[in-house]
């Protein structure tokens, strides 16, 4: 598998490379150079294919002999251990529950099959690699899992002191092993400053192997498109001969771009919905063609407050950046937090299920759709990108209802915290890390 650079063509990879690498020097994206179609007798025995069969025959087609069948088939198992159930809400609405992984967002996905993919290839060379990841969240949680005890890599998380939900700060610091969390005395943004410094350190580039495993990294992406043709397999199960609309809360767009991957291997994908909340700059992009993106604003669905989605240039390369194409494939919307609680409680009371805040912004895109398109032989399937409890406060307000907590949170509620505490500063940072012995 080869991949070039969103900013120049001629800059060409290995799969390995742009996995470790994660970012081309020119600040553009890895794209696969080539997105194959899947044979029509895949499509035809789809439905009795398991989740990981999916994923195996797309990473097939995808690696085109990179990596040996046997070794794909070992990441795939050990990366895709939960499911991705589609649950029907009425004749036209049904919910692709993508929360199932230890971390109980779709992230998990991703996380874990890089994590896999990395260890494959650090087998053969037996290099150590240190992951630096900054996080705001939801990002550090899957990372964190996915990363657990993976031979030869360590990860270091930096997250902001008292910025993080108590669960999400568990989710970083209860782990131990090759994980380990630094508190730091500042904002989200500080974090970044303090890995991007890092990677530009030669004493700290001397001692470690230097990696991200931010969400434009293209191994986060290509699992994504699994759970496509999985949703797609389970709705064929249930009725014959429908046009299938995914609706994608969106922040970074990686959700998307992996569906519109999906749609290029050749599942018949009738239509994708943009949703987002007020930070709309894709919506706003799908309804005018004028992308302008801005700083982003503070909503209650916070892992989608982005103001310029990264993954927008991959978009643009798919469409080869005419809007006509893209507005074809894509229709936009978005929504205010009120929309977004309305939505939460009109899902509870109509059909007794709990949506959480993201998962609500994109029921809300497929119900306009359905209110607008009034085709009776549509499914529209929204994205529940994370589990409610994931989202505690919000959803008990909202819904006036106590959650119980999943097994995965409840069992990290009584786990110790660890973290090293320190201020805001890369040499203080710089000391710790290179006392970091690995
Ligand atoms: C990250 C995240 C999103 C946004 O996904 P993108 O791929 O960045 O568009 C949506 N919902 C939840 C719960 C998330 O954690």
Known sequence: MQLYSTNNPNHIVSLKEAVFKSLPQDNGLYMPLFIPQLSSDFF????????????????????????????????????????????HLDEHHAVLELFHGPSLAFKDFGARFMAQL??????????????????????????ASGFYQTQGVDVIILYPSGKVSPLQEKQLTTLGYNISA????????????????AFLDKELNQKFNLSSANSINIARLIPQSFYYFESYKQLMQYKKDIKVVFSVPSGNFGNLTAGLFAKKMGLPIAKFLAATNINDVVPTYIHTGVFSPRPSTRTISNAMDVGNPSNFTRMLHLYSSTWNNMTNDINGYAYSDKETEEAMKNVYRKYNYILDPHGAVGFLAANTHLQETKEANQCLVTLETAHPAKFLEDVERVLELDLILPQQLAELMNKEKKSALLNNDFMEFKSWLLTQNK
Do not use: W
């Not at 690696?63 to 990441?75: A, G, L, S």
């Not at 630094?182 to 410094?197: H, I, N, P, R």
């Open 44 to 87: 035809k025995h789809l439905p009795q294919y398991s989740f990981q069969a999916v994923g195996f025959e797309i990473c097939k087609a995808l690696f085109q002999e990179t990596i040996p069948e046997h070794e794909i088939y070992n990441i795939i198992e050990k990366a895709i251990t939960f499911p991705a159930p589609v649950i």
């Open 182 to 197: 630094v508190e730091v005395e500042g904002t989200f943004d500080d974090c970044q400053a303090l890995v991007k410094q």
């Open 118 to 143: 990395m260890s494959y290839f650090n087998k053969t060379d037996r290099t150590n690699t240190t992951i630096l990841v900054a996080t705001s969240g939801d990002t550090g949680g899957a990372v």
